[in-house]
């Protein structure tokens, strides 16, 4: 089959390149639609066309586009919610097969911190909502991330259960960059700063209360919450002990990863319980310790290879990060946990079984 996937999020995405790479190898045709601005050279082994889209306003400028590519295309696969409200119903328009890659339930979250920014995510509830409506009800078949994701759609979205699939957030063992051990104790923030306030916060203010240990937190990424955070960590007399490095490009990330401890951000929000982030899967990949906020029911599915705190409570950080201190074989310990349950339940070679029955099932309609 001819298959399109549609990449709002642009190439290359860990999850859309797993996806296409495994359908290609399955010996389908696969082109890849990338949002341009997003997007960074590559060499994937198959065609990759661009379109821009920089706002929700946009998306309708892209039906000219759409209706060209759709026609070449046997299977439509979007990897978006706001973009199904466009791409879906034009695929169906045109006798196309359609599937709708939820990633996570967008319509619980939007990319941007309401106290900056009320309307956009108003606007992205709105259209998120909208756009899991249409999903679900024109496209073949409908990919969610976990059996949570599940359960958290109104039970009117689910009528048809088996249309519902779940492929889980996991990585290719052989795509996880090595990183070398650091030789410092380091706790490691990796992802962007346009949100995720609270967590900031916590993070650190736990500081304060371990002054005298040499711990050092590395925020990996920039936004709009960088210069809260520096204050903050003036205000509060730990600027000593937070290392901003910036944007860092993908080659440059082993040198800005090595840590001790790694910190999860995807956890700090509290309508993200229902998705297993990649960065997640990565550690756990890595066979490195990592610490998440208490939220939802992941923190009783990895209890048993992450620390859960709850982040308004600084101080219980503290807690952690002295007891991660001074027992570093049991932190050791930890990561090669989180390394087998990863082996076994949250690696790519596993989840990609899944993708191929879809599509196998998708060339029976």
């Known amino acids: 089959m001819k298959v399109l996937i549609v990449a709002p999020k642009g190439f290359p995405d860990i999850r859309v390149e797993h996806e296409a790479t495994t359908l290609a190898q399955e010996g389908h045709e696969v082109t890849v639609l990338a949002n341009a601005r997003f997007s960074k050279p590559s060499k994937a082994p198959f065609p990759i066309k661009y379109f821009w889209l920089a706002s929700p306003i946009q998306v309708l400028a892209l039906i000219p586009l759409f209706l060209k590519e759709f026609r070449e295309a046997d299977v439509i696969h979007v ?5 199904a409200l466009l791409a879906v119903p034009l695929a169906k328009l045109l006798g196309k097969k359609a599937i709708l890659d939820f990633f996570e339930i967008r ?10 920014h009320p309307f956009l ?9 909208l756009g899991e409506l249409v999903g679900s009800h024109l496209a073949d078949f409908c990919v969610v991330v976990t059996e949570y994701a599940l359960r958290a759609l109104p039970k009117r979205y689910r009528a048809n259960r088996s249309k519902f699939v779940v492929v889980g957030n996991a990585v ?13 104790f380091v706790l490691c923030y990796f992802g962007n700063l346009n ?9 650190i203010s736990s500081l304060r209360h371990v002054r005298d240990i040499p711990v050092k937190l590395r925020i990996v990424g920039d936004g709009m919450l960088r210069e809260p955070a520096r204050k903050l960590a003036e205000k509060l007399g730990v600027l000593d002990k937070v290392e901003f490095t910036g944007f860092v490009p993908d080659e440059k990330l ?3 990863l090595p840590a001790s401890l790694y910190i999860d ?3 700090a929000c509290e309508p993200r319980k229902h998705v297993i982030s ?11 310790p990592s610490i998440a906020p208490k939220v939802g029911d992941f923190a009783l599915k990895f209890a048993d290879v992450v620390v859960f705190w709850d982040p308004q409570t600084p101080e219980k950080l503290a807690e952690i990060l002295r007891w991660a201190y001074q027992n570093p074989k049991s932190l050791e310990s930890l990561g090669k946990k989180a390394r087998e349950k990863f082996l076994s339940e949250y690696n790519w070679n596993k989840e990609s079984l899944k993708l191929k029955a879809l599509y196998k099932a998708l060339s029976r309609l």
């Open 121 to 129: 995510k108003a606007f992205g509830i709105l259209a998120t909502f």
């Open 172 to 184: 290719d063992p052989s795509k996880v960059p090595r990183v070398k051990p650091s030789d410092e």
């Open 278 to 288: 990649w960065k997640f899967s990565i550690y756990m990949a890595l066979g490195r």
């Open 195 to 203: 949100s995720g306030l609270l967590l900031l916060g916590s993070l």
């Open 265 to 267: 951000p995807y956890w």
């Open 79 to 83: 990897c978006d919610t706001l973009l």
């Open 254 to 256: 082993p040198d800005a």
């Open 107 to 116: 319509s619980l979250v939007f990319a941007y911190d309401w106290r900056f």
